[in-house]
């Protein structure tokens, strides 16, 4: 079980971290991701990271500001966001893929196996 937290009301140009904890014990069996959907659009691809924390990658509008990290000990993912703008008003989800250790990050949502239940950013101008 995935459970997303920190979301909140924010102004542009703000900052926040969203954290995603797994109840689970095999954490660093998956490679992790976050997702977004904003609304009236679907759900897209924001970040992910693979299982040792290694490798990452970002949406394109999103580098530069955004940073995913993990931490294996505590079953958590983060999502680090700064230099927020309106358009980044969304739900966030984090998932998880159940993976080898070699696997790339997928921005594949229908890859991830597991979902958590979102958290919503709104960003004001």
Do not use: H
Request: net charge neutral; proline share 2%; hydrophobic share 35%.
């Amino acid at each position: 079980q995935l459970q997303a937290s920190g979301g909140g009301l924010v102004q542009a140009g703000d900052s926040l971290r969203l954290s995603c904890k797994s109840s689970g014990r095999s954490f660093n069996l998956f490679v992790m991701g976050w997702f977004r959907q904003a609304p009236g659009k679907e759900r897209e691809f924001v970040a992910g990271v693979s299982r040792g924390g290694g490798g990452t990658v970002y949406e394109d509008s999103v580098k530069g500001r955004f940073t995913i990290s993990r931490d294996n000990a505590k079953n958590t993912v983060y999502l680090q966001m700064n230099s927020l703008k309106p358009e980044d008003t969304a739900v966030y989800y984090c998932a998880a893929e159940r993976a080898i250790m070699t696997a790339p990050v997928t921005t594949d949502a229908s890859e991830y196996d597991y979902w958590g239940q979102g958290t919503l950013v709104t960003v004001s101008s």
